[in-house]
């Protein structure tokens, strides 16, 4: 039985989910013989394979928890083109990648997201409120806050003549459509959507170097259903915290599976 149990825990899949743009979107299903299954998002210009990911997975599975990662649109394998915004639309994208598993021999029981997939996923929990636990790390609060340290200080006006910026290096373009999207998604007034009886865990390393720890308390403040965690000194990345944050996270999660067993008993 041990041996069945280790074959089990080593299963993965490459698969593809179509979004309701029609773009494929590629990820790999870590398959345990759970029923529940946890969805994986990565954060911008990252992929399913960034270590926080895949880390993440790989510690789900020792606990026999099944995950998928995939890609966003625009983002690692997944077709479509990368967009600084669209946080609502990776939303989507995300819907599309829980019915797929909800109409199988799974049950989604948690969303997890790092920097930007952290918003997207209290995105999702705004919108959809068919997910009883939300995992989110080092999001976002204000959005109009930190573009300029992207972009450049001169970023409005290049964008207004040229209609777009290239930044970053491999470089990538900021237009007009994806700058107004993200400056248009209110965070504050969809976090106040989120269902009471939906858990959300609130990670942020105290010395994120992106995105202020403060933040972290600023969606404290209106997520009523919390549990806030500050992992100190830990950067935006949790470089030399990956094992605390793995631990915190599944342990979140796994209280929460208990809980929604007991409650259904």
Sequence with gaps: MAEAAQMLVSQKQKMIVTNNHGEKLVG?????????????????RASKDHFIIENLAVTLEKEGISSF????????ESEGAFQFGHMRREADDMHAVIQHFSGSNHVVSAIFGHSKGGGDVLLYASKYHDIPTVVEASARYDLKKGIEERLGKDFMEKIKTEGFVDIGSPKFRVTVESLMDRLSTDMCESCLKIDKDCRVLIV??????????????????????????????????????????????????????????????
């Design 28 to 44: 790999l299903l870590h398959e345990t013989g759970s029923r529940e299954i946890v969805i994986l998002c990565h954060g911008a």
């Design 69 to 76: 990662r995939f890609d966003f649109a625009g983002n690692g």
């Design 204 to 265: 942020h390393g105290s010395a994120d170097e992106i995105t202020p720890v403060e933040d972290a308390f600023e969606f404290a403040k209106i997520i009523p259903n919390h549990k806030i965690h500050i992992i100190e000194g830990a950067d935006h990345c949790y470089t030399s915290h990956q094992a605390e944050l793995d631990t915190v996270v599944v342990d979140f999660i796994k209280a929460a599976l208990q809980q929604d067993k007991a409650s259904s008993n």
